[in-house]
């Protein structure tokens, strides 16, 4: 089971990235899906999740209303659409699958990590 993520890169304030997530070797369809974060010297926080059909989809404080969270089974692929970023938004991003039966926040409830990729937001 692997999980791939792309997508980040260096952006000015106020622009866009949108990061992407490829999911093999598990049925991704049966899976809520979630994005992570973890900035120099901090913990990694929650930053969205999205049910597995797609239809319930869940966010941070910080970043409601900018992001959106997204997903196309046919692709086996999980998006992260990032608006109006902001110095505050750099951090590795991380994509993971749940373990959960129910959409969760918690970094304990997802077995299945991503390697991370980097967004950093200059100002």
């Known amino acids: 089971v692997q999980l791939q993520a792309s997508g980040g890169g260096l952006v000015q304030a106020g622009g866009s990235l949108r990061l992407s997530c490829a999911a093999s070797?598990?049925?991704?369809?049966?899976?809520?899906m979630g994005w992570f974060r973890q900035a120099p010297g901090k913990e990694r926080e929650f930053v969205a999740a999205?049910?597995?059909?797609?239809?319930?989809?869940n966010y941070a404080d910080s970043v409601k209303g900018r992001f959106t969270i997204s997903r196309d089974n046919a692709k086996n692929t999980v998006y992260l659409q990032m608006n109006s970023l902001k110095p505050e938004d750099t951090a590795v991003y991380y994509c993971?699958?749940?373990?959960?039966?129910?959409?969760?926040?918690?970094?304990?409830?997802?077995?299945?990590w991503g390697q991370g990729t980097q967004v950093t937001v200059s100002s």
């Open positions: 993971a699958s749940c373990m959960r039966a129910r959409l969760s926040r918690r970094t304990d409830d997802y077995d299945i």
């Open positions: 070797g598990r049925t991704f369809s049966n899976y809520h």
């Open positions: 999205i049910s597995w059909s797609g239809s319930i989809t």
